[in-house]
Nanobody
Framework: QVQLVESGGGLVQAGGSLSLSCAAS????????MAWYRQAPGTQRELVAI???????KYVDSVKGRFTISRDNAMNTVDLHMNSLKPEDTAVYHC???????????????WGQGTQVTVSS
């Protein structure tokens, strides 16, 4: 049974920094894309950043230059380092991974349970 467990998050003042981490556990072949999404109350879930297995990254425009996504393929983890946080970054953040179960890369989408990030003004 594959599980994603998140850590980090919390309350921070505007301009501050926070880091999130997500680790995959269980039996699988390998992890392809890893990403962080967020969802604020009353809004749709939004892709914040994504990182491919080769390290290529993409960010939503609103976090470019402030957030950094990174991964450790050996440890099966993905991190999100958030700097210069703004009140509008307040949301529940979920990690995501596409995890392949075999060498043909048959796999499934997995989500973390979510962690709250609150930025006060």
């Amino acid at each position: 049974q594959v599980q994603l467990v998140e850590s980090g998050g919390g309350l921070v003042q505007a301009g501050g920094s926070l880091s999130l981490s997500c680790a995959a556990s269980g039996s699988f072949f390998r992890i392809n894309d890893m990403a962080w999404y967020r969802q604020a109350p009353g809004t749709q879930r939004e892709l914040v950043a994504i990182i491919g297995r080769n390290g290529d990254t993409k960010y939503v425009d609103s976090v470019k230059g402030r957030f950094t996504i990174s991964r450790d393929n050996a440890m099966n983890t993905v991190d999100l380092h958030m700097n210069s946080l703004k009140p509008e970054d307040t949301a529940v953040y979920h990690c995501y991974m596409f995890i392949a179960s075999d060498w043909r890369l048959n796999g499934d989408h997995y989500w973390g349970q979510g962690t709250q990030v609150t930025v006060s003004s």
